[in-house]
């Protein structure tokens, strides 16, 4: 949570980035106390590997490397931000402590359980391949669409 | 009994349409073609002329059939609202045949005496569209078989006079004129409103012939809704018919062309109010308490009008005020119950008070026409500009007098026997409830000074010396024929009205009385019984008709026609004779108590207050200063900044998270 | 573990959308927006806990979109960049009525 929030208070962009990295590293530590260790892994790799350097090589693009004069809006826009930020907080509250009903819940240790059964990434493959299956397919066909789409964005002539 | 096409009394649209038809076309006349006098008579009088010959064969063919109700004609659904059904429907029956006739006669000869008379005016054409709309009004009015149906002839014939009365609107004194007698009136029509919304709340109807079978049982006789209701219609009857207190728009209303105070304040519109109470009678013998208030209004009215007659010296302001007098006796016999008595004066009023102002009209014209030629500028109307015209007009003398000895009740003219029958049926209740006797003696009294001020006028005009200047009297002759022609039926009329109801006294067959028993039967019934002995009778008639001629006699030898001068040179009056001549300030109380203080609170609060203030500035303003504040506000969200378009993004999450958790916490 | 994991996530989220609404740098933003991702795929696998497994799956989903995401919104900017010569928000107002 810390290097969340010194994530978006920082000046230079490039602190901001490594700070969110920072931040994937700490979910990804969380992961694994959750019984999502290949999620983990996973997370190290795409997320903080691949994505955050996209991010990186972006800046460097755009030569964004110095830290540039404060881009946080004025006391105004703090404000509007703390107030809608507050309300959220005090609305999502309940959903954090909320218990679900005894029917959806299994028992404690039944993933673990699982893990143990079919090895971890097996547990995690196995309805992949079976129970999502079409969206599995549609999500390959989405970043076909995304990686054509950004290389036609970014583009300097069609 | 609903009328049946096949008889002529299903005829009985055919008189008010045709007067309404000769008001669309003389108005368009008036628009297009305002010179074609020729073509505006022959329709404003025809549509009268035939009126008047298709009300005589309904009334023969109603005759004929002896029906035991009324015939009501219905021509559509007019007001269908819930639990109301009000029809556009015209009742044929004995009153309102009586009164379709008197308008329709008399009508036809003012509007034949109008031809002459307004010849030479300009607004020819638009005279005559008003006047044929009056007379489609007024046909509405007493042809009505619902009250809202009449209410509408009722309000047309106000607008009618307004127009009528302001004619020659560009003299502000004739406008303000016009402008008097329909706000009067209004006073009076929330009245008449107020007694229907009543009526409709307790009978659940409006049509004559329901409301007058359901009221013995739907309301207590003597009871608060019954007065309420009576004394309601009567505000209406003072407003239209000119009794105190409302009165006073009546004299000003002189500054009309003369045909019209003949036809409108003379003949019909001002007894529309007395044409009411007769068709109520019903629910005015169930109020006795409203009874004795029309009485009572009546009589008083009667005398004080007389009062103010004896001194004034405008011809038409005389028979003016004698109009508001003889209307009083009329609402003296509808509220004893003596309806017949009060149609009968109405009917022989007609006769006489027109013949009594188209005669005036004739004077006038001669005047007019002396000075015109003269090149002089008096007051053609002021009788001290006149004297001795019998030299000049002696048919137009001999026919007023004849119209004075009927109004003063002198036997055998018509006017005795109605105004006799009043007075007799007042005094008759009188020996049942002492306050009729107050009645009928204000009744006597004012009968003595009609005589009077009815000989004084017709001294002053048409006898002794004249005083109209020697460059003017050389232009002075009688009316033309096309003028007295009417005249001369008029007095056959006042002279022969009398036949009309001689009652069994003199062994008459008294057959207005009969004629219209079926619709005062069911009124009368619930009447005290009074009874009076021959010996009675013939006394009041005796002592009726020695007071007249006791009045024409002390104005034969008390006025002195020599001793008058001229108007510019007349002097002033002192004393009480000056009350007398200034109405008895009636006019100028009402201005002070009344007119100053609504005229300051329009201006004051309403205006400045209200209109200004609240409406304009807040609710005007107010309305535009909002609008303004909403755009403004809405700005921000336009601004093309995705900064603020993300910021109302998050704030409708927020709303829909909220509305989904709600108050789970 | 499930509670505080939660409230973890909702914290996150919190901080991601306050960032967004009070940066003006695109890109940061655009940091931000993944934080936001980031939150939920850690709801999504604490709830994986007492769900089920299909909790951990999503959270695969999740990640291939935001890469898809990621890359196609980047392109975008610099694209925006080679116009306007700026990253800042205040400066991307075409979208102005009038």
Redesign the interface.
Known sequence: MLSALLCITRRNPVASALWLVVTLFALAGLFVLLDAQFIAVLQVLVYAGAIMVLFLFVIMLLNLGRPGPSDIKGPAGVLTAVVLAGAMLVLLRPVSNAALSEGVTLPPGSVAALQQQQGIVGSVAGPLFEAYLVPFEIASVLLLAAIVGAVVLAKRKL | MTADAGTSIGLVWVPPALALLGFVLNGTIAFVRPQAKTAVSIIGAGVLLAGFAVAVTIFTGFAALHPEAAVVARYWSWIPVGTLQVDFAFQVDQLSLVMLLVVTGVGSLIHLFSIGYMKADPGYARYFAYLNLFVFFMLVLVLGANFPVMFVGWEGVGLCSYLLIGFWFSEKANADAGRKAFIMNRIGDFGFMVAMFIIFWVTGSLDFATVFAAAPTALTAGGGAITAITLFLFLGCTGKSAQIPLYTWLPDAMAGPTPVSALIHAATMVTAGVYLVARCNLLFAMAPVSSAVVAGVGALTALFAATIALKQWDIKKVLAYSTISQLGYMFVGVGTGAISAGVFHLATHAFFKALLFLGSGSVIFAMHRAYHHAHLHDDAQDMRNMGGLRRWMPWTSALMWIATLAIAGIPPFSGFFSKDEILAAAFARGTAQPIWLLFWALGLIAALLTAFYMTRMMLYTFHGPNRTGDGAREHLHEAPWIMTGPLVVLGMLSVAGGLLNIPELYKGGAWLHHWLEPVTAPGAALLPETHLSHGTEWALVGVAVVVALAGIAGAWRLLKPESLVPAPQSPEERGFERILRNKWYVDEIYDALIVRPLVWLSREVLWKRIDQGAIDAGAVNGAARGARAAGWANRWLQTGQVGVYVAAFVVGVLLLLWRAVGGRS | ?L?P?????????????????????A??I???V??ML?AV??TF??L???????G??F???V??????????G??????V??HKQS????N??????G
Request: hydrophobic share 65%; net charge positive.
């Open positions: 573990m509670n994991a939660l409230s973890v996530s909702a914290v996150l989220f919190t901080l991601g959308v306050a960032g967004v609404l009070f940066r003006r740098n890109i940061i655009f940091m931000c993944e934080l980031n795929n850690l696998v604490a994986a806990q007492v769900i089920g497994v299909g951990q799956v959270v695969l989903f990640m291939a979109v935001a890469a898809a995401e990621a890359a196609v980047l392109a975008i900017i610099l694209a960049y080679r990253v800042s928000l205040q991307m107002n075409l979208l102005k009525d």
